[in-house]
């Protein structure tokens, strides 16, 4: 059964490595066989992985889009450590993120890196909240 795809005016999408950008016009696209594809907004740019978590996407996406993904795993598991140790909070997330990789579901590891991209935002914006008023110091 093919997969509908619909792409915005200037959306990019990668398919098998190769970067595609759409037209002017909102397009619609059927892939009708079996192939390795990220739309625009699954995507992290290196200029754009400033945070742990970030590059821990980005090395998921590399996984992904790798004819041999063997040294982005272990990049992978070193990231992951790392994170660990420095927000043990984090540990149930990399858990369900290195089951997918260590099964070979490289997709659903970067669905679940996004969730965790979105938990790192979410607890620096709260680190970056200043004190209730009246609340004790």
Not at 81 to 93: M, V
Request: aromatic content about 6%; glycine content about 4%.
């Amino acid at each position: 059964m093919p997969l509908r795809l619909e792409l915005k005016p200037f959306e990019r999408l990668i398919i098998n490595g190769a970067l595609i950008r759409n037209g002017d016009r909102r397009s619609t696209f059927l892939i009708e066989t079996q192939c390795k594809f990220l739309r625009e907004s699954e995507i992290i740019t290196e200029s754009e992985a400033d945070t742990a978590c970030k590059q821990i996407h980005l090395t998921l996406t590399v996984i992904y889009l790798a004819d041999d993904p063997a040294s982005g795993i272990d990049l992978f598991f070193q990231q992951a450590a790392e994170l660990i140790r420095l927000a043990p909070a984090a540990a149930p997330q990399i858990a369900a993120i290195a089951e997918a990789v260590e099964s070979g579901t490289f997709y659903p590891a970067i669905k679940l890196g996004r969730k965790l991209v979105e938990w790192e935002s979410a607890a620096l914006a709260q680190q970056a909240m200043p004190p209730e008023p009246g609340a004790a110091a």
